[in-house]
């Protein structure tokens, strides 16, 4: 019989780390699978995945700047993505009908909590931006009881907005990023895109607490701009999205597989193979 096959679409997608991640999950697991990965622009989508489905395809990956319409094109959701209106990873439901999930969240939290042994409860949690990955984000870190969660976007209607529609899961303050004077936090993500242009939001040297950690969704071979800036302002641990990048794979490949992949040695051989670079 035929492998079953999965894929992550995506624009820019030459340097995407998916198929190996989850190569080296269905290895680890003795599950049978291809993944492969493809270039597809937006206006392509719809027919691109209508068609992987219909050649017996049995779970997508979307990544920018596809996940809002991932999101429009699943039948239906998970409560997760519905609220973050983006959606990772399409998959046939047993009905046939395609079901959609967003797993970044998860894997965020799980990557703080599991990997670097942080509790969110009680902290003064900032986010860094307004876009997609804020929205994928900002519940599952409500649901952890920070004491406090500010979003600061550099476009603040942007941060207005948003808060405004995740006022039911908690409380939240939406602020512009110059607005960021009188107040440190514990914990800071970097959900902007400015990393990927070797960018850094500006903030003021005050904002991030004593002992505080930094985190960027982003990752890079070298240390992004703003793990280098939470090293250069005490940071206790500065990371960036490489582990997130992991964990959200592993959730997906629990969805299509049933079966938890070990994350831990995964995300040691990505660290010692950039390290060795
Ligand atoms: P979007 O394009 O949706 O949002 C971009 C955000 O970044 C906006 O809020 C924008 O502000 C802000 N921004 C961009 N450049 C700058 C700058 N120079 N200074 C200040 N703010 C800036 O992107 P996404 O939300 O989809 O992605 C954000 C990041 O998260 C990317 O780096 C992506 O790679 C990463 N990511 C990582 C994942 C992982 O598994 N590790 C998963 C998902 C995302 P404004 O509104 O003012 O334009």
Same mark, same amino acid.
């Given at each position: 019989?035929?492998?079953?096959?999965?894929?992550?679409? +995506?624009?820019? *997608? &030459?340097?995407?780390?998916?198929?190996?991640?989850?190569? #080296?999950?269905?290895?680890?697991? +003795?599950?049978?699978?291809?993944?492969?990965?493809?270039?597809?622009?937006?206006?392509?989508?719809?027919?691109? $995945?209508?068609?992987?489905?219909?050649?017996? @395809?049995?779970?997508?990956?979307?990544?920018?700047?596809?996940?809002?319409?991932?999101?429009?094109?699943?039948?239906?959701?998970?409560?997760?993505?519905?609220?973050?209106?983006?959606?990772?990873?399409?998959?046939?439901?047993?009905?046939?009908? *395609?079901?959609?999930?967003?797993?970044?969240?998860? +894997?965020?939290?799980?990557?703080?909590?599991? =990997?670097?042994?942080?509790?969110?409860?009680?902290?003064?949690?900032?986010?860094? !931006?307004?876009?997609?990955?804020?929205? !994928?984000?900002?519940?599952?870190?409500?649901?952890?009881?920070?004491?406090?969660?500010?979003?600061?976007?550099?476009?603040?209607?942007?941060? &207005?907005?948003?808060?405004?529609?995740?006022?039911?899961?908690?409380?939240?303050?939406?602020? !512009?990023?110059?607005?960021?004077?009188?107040?440190?936090?514990?914990?800071?993500? =970097?959900?902007?895109?400015?990393?990927?242009?070797?960018?850094?939001? /500006? %903030?003021?040297?005050?904002?991030?607490?004593?002992? !505080?950690?930094?985190?960027?969704?982003?990752? /890079? =071979?070298?240390?992004?701009?703003? $793990?280098?800036? @939470?090293?250069?302002? +005490?940071?206790?641990?500065?990371?960036? @999205? #490489?582990? &997130?990048?992991?964990?959200?794979? /592993?959730?997906?490949?629990?969805?299509?597989? @049933?079966?938890?992949?070990?994350?831990?040695?995964?995300?040691? %051989?990505?660290?010692?193979?950039? /390290?060795?670079?």
């Amino acid at each position: 019989s035929q492998l079953d096959s999965y894929a992550v679409l +995506g624009q820019p *997608i &030459m340097h995407s780390k998916s198929p190996r991640i989850h190569r #080296l999950f269905a290895e680890q697991t +003795g599950q049978h699978l291809s993944y492969s990965a493809e270039e597809v622009a937006p206006e392509e989508f719809r027919a691109v $995945v209508a068609d992987f489905f219909a050649n017996g @395809g049995k779970g997508l990956n979307c990544t920018v700047p596809l996940k809002e319409l991932a999101w429009a094109y699943a039948e239906y959701t998970s409560e997760r993505a519905r609220l973050s209106k983006a959606v990772n990873t399409l998959s046939v439901h047993t009905d046939g009908k *395609i079901f959609g999930d967003n797993t970044d969240g998860v +894997g965020l939290i799980t990557d703080l909590k599991d =990997n670097h042994h942080l509790q969110l409860s009680g902290l003064n949690v900032l986010i860094l !931006g307004a876009g997609g990955a804020t929205r !994928g984000i900002v519940a599952p870190i409500l649901a952890e009881q920070p004491k406090q969660l500010v979003i600061a976007n550099r476009t603040v209607a942007k941060a &207005m907005q948003l808060a405004d529609d995740f006022k039911t899961e908690g409380t939240l303050a939406a602020c !512009g990023l110059e607005q960021l004077t009188n107040q440190a936090f514990d914990l800071i993500i =970097n959900a902007t895109s400015a990393s990927l242009s070797q960018d850094l939001p /500006a %903030l003021p040297d005050s904002v991030l607490a004593t002992n !505080g950690v930094c985190y960027d969704l982003a990752y /890079a =071979n070298q240390a992004t701009p703003f $793990v280098q800036w @939470g090293h250069e302002h +005490g940071a206790r641990h500065s990371l960036d @999205g #490489l582990g &997130m990048l992991v964990e959200q794979a /592993a959730e997906a490949f629990f969805i299509w597989r @049933g079966v938890r992949p070990d994350t831990q040695p995964v995300i040691e %051989l990505l660290n010692a193979e950039r /390290a060795a670079l």
